[in-house]
């Protein structure tokens, strides 16, 4: 799959969805799959894909969990795959710890080659693991997407958000403690940002909903922290921190702070926007939060189109 | 000595060295075996070979059982090749009649099957004794030594033993690369923990060395080449051009006060950038030597050379000369002291703690600027907001103790700390926090003040920092600083709003401590250190004889360690100095001359240009290579490169080297 260096990027990826992408995090998604497509970038979806294996599982069984993983790399090999595109983070994550921990712990290696045996795949650890972000940053570059772009920015200032599980222990994506490749591609095709100090924090995870006084507040401090630095939306590249921002400020709003209603964005719908992809395409139309923003900012089309 | 067979008399010894080499191998098999091999006269083991007892076996026996060649088996020749050298002469033989085998370093030490482990020691042994048998007697050259030294950095290291030597009457060059000497200390205001001024206890050393007639000063100078060996090195030196004569200048100032900026407009490097500095400038008010100097970087005449030049309209003595360029000096020295020092952590490798993003995050060698009355506030404590602080956090082990970054606890930082906290308070009333792993305060009168830090009323939370961020949960958090930290004595997180936070940074190597090591051909610990010979018994000595080390650059340490280091350092040379000779290896090479066929292949070979080509001499033709003895290191390159094998080397005769190397691969009996 990987180009040679001098040729630009590669041509096609293999895409891992994972859960989110099919469900909460459709947005992404739909973003994603346009964008490649305005840049000339053929994704094609892991066939046979499964769990990634994160979440709960990791902490109950990290054998199954590892094994979920390594199954979808060898379904990768097995297509002939040489890179695997992973866009939520969780499931980045997993895969990047699979790989790594198959390296480092042959008896963590020894369990998956003995689950793959039985699944009848190959035991190779050999499909590297991408995430959009790096793949727009050192695949395609700043220069290439600014020669696709189309549109002038007409919105305003944007706080990137990175989330934890993108840089941190890995740090393929970017600096684990000060990334800046979001803030560096969107500057680069004119779209302004604002430093960010919370730009690695957490966004509560899972606890939004398991303990949501604490979940809440971390989400809170999020979203007031990009307002106070002048941000008038926030762009990620993780579905759980995009739901988790975008889907509770009702609740912020009743607790918290009446006046919060800020739109959380995917990186993929800003620059899927500047090449030219339009509202629904985006997967636009389904944020919760500052809608009222991004209808002036992306010219929606018609009130009664703008519904899911 | 040889019997009447004409051969060889060998006595054999093994050392258990206690557990040491006993302990993994059967050290009584080895002896043993020994006894089998041809020429053996005697083979024993012994407890310590190296102690009194063990010596005098080797005495006695060359005496009772008329031996004329003794192996011993122990550790490494590095220890004791001279003491069993010395032992084989005391029994009346030529040293050189002696081998050594290493069955602990290259034995014991790297083994754990004992069996494999004592087949080796055999193995070795057999090969040495084959080995000695060829042996022939040598001479140890005598060469004399100079007794000039050069030091190597002028900060408190460099100038404490530059003054020693100096004052025992030695010629000392001094080189530092800065335009001044004084290094961090002068940097420093107080020093823990007795609270004295740094400057007032320092500058009068710095006057001394200026004016003492036995030290050649040069700064802003760097050594570019060695060459040589202990007793007889030949060292240059590059003096880089300030653009002001030495000589002439008088550190008046009215050229840096007619500048044609009338303001600094430079970060003085002095100040960490806290103040601003001109084109021409003095380091600092004690500079020393008190000469000031011209940054081509940032002169206008340097730049467009469309300068009005006022700095030489105001200088009444002609000391400024912008056309003066770098001067190389060869001096020939005796031995040298490395004294070097560290350079700070850097913080841009510690993000999470803000330093360049938030402007009141300093580090502590800035804040030591900041509290001294002649520093860039004249001693005001105020953050770059102009404001005064009404809380401090003082964070420790930046870049300490931290797998992330440099693991060694650089062990001024707990006491600098609590001497910042102390003058931070003084000059603020601020409250003070410290953030800390351990307290590690374990010199004369540290625990102490500690003791008096706490009893002041300055907060220790032991806890290493997570982050510094700016980001509020109420409004008491509002515009401060937030230093969240897991307090481990109460097991729970903590958010301490604080104005400043100070950032205590660890010490490590200079950046080209690397350069350094590989110039005067010393050798660098994991972490980038220089290495001392020996960690406890010759904490001082370098792998390279002559070459001294002192202060900082082989390690962290505090003011009175390293003055106590660079007077050991600059003892260690004196010892050399007055011992007048040092005895050298005889394993020189030496010509063949009858079979020298003159073809000039060696000339080119040798890196000490020990070799000429004799053509011809008193009128008669020669034409042969001669090697000058004095000159020559023993690399064995020009018996290598011999064509016709007539080159030769004492200690590594070609004989002795096969004999060795049949011995090793003959199958074990």
Redesign the interface.
């Given at each position: 799959m990987s180009a040679p260096a001098q040729a630009g990027p590669p041509d096609r990826y293999v895409y891992f969805p994972g859960c989110s992408l099919k469900g909460t995090g459709v947005a992404y998604e739909e973003s994603l799959l346009t964008m490649f497509r305005k840049l000339d970038i053929g994704v094609d979806e892991l066939e046979d894909w499964n769990c990634c294996g994160a979440t709960s599982y990791m902490a109950i069984s990290e054998g199954s969990a590892f094994a979920l993983a390594a199954r979808n790399l060898a379904l990768a090999h097995r297509a002939g795959a040489r890179e695997l595109m992973a866009p939520c983070s969780a499931c980045y994550l997993v895969l990047m710890k699979t790989l790594d921990y198959r390296k480092r712990y042959p008896s963590v290696d020894k369990s998956v080659r003995e689950a793959l045996d039985r699944a009848g795949l190959p035991a190779t650890n050999g499909v590297r693991v991408r995430h959009p972000l790096e793949i727009l940053y050192n695949d395609i570059g700043a220069a290439r997407i600014k020669s696709k772009v189309v549109r002038g920015w007409t919105g305003g200032r944007l706080a990137c958000y990175y989330g934890c599980q993108a840089v941190r222990p890995y740090s393929e994506v970017d600096?684990p403690?000060?990334p800046t490749r979001m803030e560096q591609l969107l500057n680069a095709i004119g779209v302004p940002t604002v430093d960010y100090?919370?730009r690695t924090k957490c966004c509560g995870g899972s606890l939004t909903g398991t303990i949501p006084t604490v979940g809440l507040r971390l989400n809170y401090?999020l979203l007031k922290?990009s307002v106070?630095n002048g941000a008038e939306a926030i762009v990620t590249i993780c579905p759980l921190c995009q739901f988790n921002l975008d889907a509770y400020q009702g609740q912020i709003r009743a607790d918290i702070w009446k006046a919060l209603d800020v739109p959380v964005l995917y990186l993929t719908q800003v620059l899927g926007w500047m090449l030219g992809g339009e509202w629904r395409e985006l997967g636009l139309n389904r944020s919760i939060s500052g809608v009222s923003v991004l209808k002036r900012w992306f010219s929606a089309p018609k009130e009664k189109e703008a519904y899911v | 000595m040889s019997d009447a067979t004409g051969q060889p008399r060998v006595g054999v010894y093994v050392c258990h060295c206690g557990t040491n080499i006993a302990g993994v191998i059967d050290v009584k098999n080895v002896a043993e075996y020994g006894a089998t091999l041809p020429n053996v006269v005697v083979s024993r083991e012994y407890k310590y070979m190296c102690s009194d007892p063990g010596q005098e076996l080797i005495h006695q026996d060359i005496h009772d059982l008329r031996l004329d060649r003794i192996v011993v088996a122990s550790c490494s020749p590095l220890l004791h090749e001279h003491t069993f050298r010395t032992a084989t002469e005391a029994g009346g033989l030529n040293p050189f009649f002696f081998h050594m085998v290493n069955i602990r370093e290259h034995g014991s030490w790297v083994h754990t099957d004992r069996a494999a482990a004592t087949l080796k020691a055999r193995d070795m042994l057999r090969a040495a004794v084959r080995r000695v048998a060829r042996h022939r007697a040598l001479e140890t050259r005598s060469v004399p030594i100079n007794p000039d030294v050069l030091v190597l950095g002028g900060g408190i290291a460099g100038i404490h033993a530059a003054l020693t030597l100096a004052n025992a009457g030695k010629k000392v060059y001094l080189v530092e690369r800065e335009a001044t000497i004084g290094g961090h200390m002068a940097q420093f205001d107080k020093t823990f923990p007795t609270l004295d001024c740094a400057a007032c206890i320092l500058t009068p050393k710095m006057s001394q060395v200026k004016s003492h007639p036995n030290i050649t000063l040069w700064t802003y100078s760097e050594v570019t080449k060695v060459d040589g060996y202990v007793g007889n090195f030949k060292v240059e030196v590059t003096r880089h051009p300030r653009y002001v004569d030495e000589a002439l200048c008088s550190g008046c100032m009215q050229c840096v006060e007619a500048c044609v900026y009338k303001e600094g407009r430079v970060p003085d490097a002095f100040n960490y950038g806290l103040s601003k500095r001109k084109p021409i400038y003095m380091p600092f008010p004690q500079a020393t030597p008190s000469v000031v100097l011209i940054d081509p970087e940032a002169c206008i005449d340097f730049k467009s050379g469309k300068c009005k030049k006022t700095c030489i309209e105001a200088c009444d003595r002609d000391a400024i000369y912008l056309k003066q360029a770098a001067n190389v000096e060869e001096v020939n020295v005796g031995s040298m002291v490395i004294a070097t020092g560290f350079q700070p952590f850097d913080v841009k490798r510690t993000p999470y703690y803000g330093y360049g993003h938030y402007p009141n995050v300093f580090t502590s060698l800035e804040i030591e600027r900041l509290v001294n009355a002649s520093g860039p506030t004249g001693g005001e404590v105020v953050g770059r907001d102009g404001k005064k602080p009404k809380a401090v956090g003082i964070i420790h082990c930046v870049g300490s103790r931290d797998q992330h970054t440099n693991k060694w606890c650089s062990r001024v930082c707990c006491m600098y700390s609590l001497k910042l906290a102390h003058l931070v308070r003084e000059h603020t009333d601020a409250e003070v926090f410290n953030f800390y792993i351990d307290m590690r305060t374990p010199g004369k009168g540290f625990e102490e003040f500690y003791q008096r830090l706490l009893n002041e009323g300055v907060h220790f939370v032991r806890g290493r920092v997570a982050e510094v961020t700016d980001w509020a949960h109420d409004r008491s958090e509002e515009g401060k600083l937030v230093i969240r930290v897991e307090d481990t004595l109460i097991g729970t997180v903590r958010r301490i709003p604080v104005d400043m936070v100070v950032l205590s940074v660890g010490l490590e190597p200079r950046e080209d401590a690397q350069d350094v090591r590989r110039l005067f051909n010393i050798s660098c610990a994991t972490e980038g250190f220089f290495l001392e010979r020996h960690p406890k018994l010759a904490p001082v000595n370098t792998s390279t004889d002559g070459i001294f080390l002192a202060g900082c650059c082989q390690g962290p340490k505090d003011i009175p360690d390293t003055v106590a280091q660079a007077g050991a350092a600059a003892a260690e040379a004196l010892a050399l100095i007055d011992a007048a000779h040092i005895e050298l290896e005889p394993n020189t090479a030496y010509i063949d001359a009858e079979h020298c066929s003159g073809c000039k292949t060696c000339i080119p070979m040798c890196p000490y240009t020990a070799i000429s080509f004799v053509a011809e001499r008193d009128r008669v033709a020669v034409q042969k290579a001669e090697i000058n003895e004095a000159l020559c290191k023993g690399c064995g390159t020009c018996v290598a490169a011999c064509p016709s094998g007539s080159i030769h080397q004492n200690l590594f005769e070609d004989d002795e080297i096969f004999e060795e190397i049949a011995g090793l691969l003959e199958t074990a009996g």
């Open positions: 600096d403690h000060q100090t919370l401090e922290e106070r | -």
